[in-house]
């Protein structure tokens, strides 16, 4: 089982920048991807980007040159720096671990972008 605890969200006005961190722990070498997930009032949570444990990175097009994710092996964290935010940027952001078979969430961080 992999536990994953997040941080780092809070309020920033428009063109801020705030940076997530996703601390994982438990079987963590299992994990084969990990991703930030969003979720705005009223909408499905959407994929915001990956990171293979290979290091290999993906985002969605829309989000691309703005949001970048890494991750830190020594301390089994992964972050997501996060750009020229806008208000339509604003949701709750979710860290996720796939390792094996197996799905895990964080219990999520609120990002309030104001204009």
């Known amino acids: 089982q992999v536990r994953l605890v997040e941080s780092g969200g809070g309020l920033v006005q428009a063109g801020g920048s705030l940076r997530l961190s996703c601390a994982a722990s438990g079987s963590i070498f299992r994990i084969n991807v990990m991703s930030w997930y969003r979720q705005a009032p009223g909408k499905q949570r959407e994929l915001v980007a990956s990171?293979?444990?290979?290091?290999?990175?993906d985002y969605v097009d829309s989000l691309k040159g703005r949001f970048t994710i890494s991750r830190d092996n020594a301390k089994n964290t992964v972050y997501l720096q996060m750009n020229s935010l806008k208000p339509e940027d604003t949701a709750v952001y979710y860290c996720?671990?796939?390792?094996?078979?197996?799905?895990?969430w964080g219990q999520g961080t609120q990002v309030t972008v104001s204009s």
């Open positions: 990171i293979t444990s290979g290091g290999s990175t």
């Open positions: 996720n671990a796939f390792a094996g078979s197996l799905s895990s």
